[in-house]
C-alpha cells in the first residue's frame, strides 16, 4: 500500500483547482483539529471518485491510529497549501 500522504499531494498537485482537491484540501485541514472534533461534512465524500474515497478513508484512519501530526503529516500539509495557494 502506498503512503496516503503521498497520494494525497498527488492528487492535489494533478489539478488543485478541482472540487475534489478542494474537498480532500478540506479533509485533511480539519483531521488536524481534533479538539475542533475534525468538523468534515461526511456528504461531502459524495463529490470524490471511489479512489478519491479510499483515500479520504486512509487519512481518517491515519487520524485514528495518532498519525494525523508530526513531520510527515506538517510537510504534506504544507507542500498542498502551496498548491492550492498557486491556484
Same mark, same amino acid.
Given at each position: 500500500?502506498?503512503? @496516503?500522504?503521498?497520494? &494525497?499531494? %498527488?492528487?492535489?498537485?494533478?489539478? @488543485?483547482?478541482? %472540487?475534489?482537491? #478542494?474537498?480532500?484540501?478540506?479533509? $485533511?485541514?480539519? #483531521?488536524?483539529?481534533?479538539?475542533? !472534533?475534525? &468538523?468534515? /461534512?461526511?456528504? /461531502? &465524500? *459524495?463529490? #470524490?471518485?471511489?479512489?478519491? +474515497?479510499?483515500?479520504?478513508? *486512509? #487519512?481518517?484512519?491515519?487520524?485514528? &491510529? !495518532?498519525?494525523?501530526?508530526?513531520? %510527515?503529516?506538517?510537510?504534506? /500539509? +504544507?507542500? $498542498?497549501?502551496?498548491?492550492?495557494?498557486?491556484?
Amino acid at each position: 500500500m502506498t503512503d @496516503p500522504l503521498e497520494d &494525497l499531494v %498527488a492528487e492535489i498537485a494533478a489539478a @488543485p483547482q478541482s %472540487a475534489a482537491a #478542494l474537498t480532500l484540501y478540506a479533509l $485533511i485541514s480539519t #483531521l488536524a483539529f481534533e479538539r475542533a !472534533g475534525c &468538523l468534515f /461534512k461526511l456528504v /461531502k &465524500l *459524495r463529490d #470524490l471518485s471511489v479512489a478519491q +474515497r479510499d483515500l479520504a478513508y *486512509r #487519512l481518517m484512519e491515519m487520524m485514528a &491510529l !495518532g498519525h494525523n501530526q508530526g513531520d %510527515a503529516w506538517d510537510d504534506a /500539509k +504544507r507542500r $498542498i497549501d502551496a498548491l492550492i495557494s498557486s491556484v
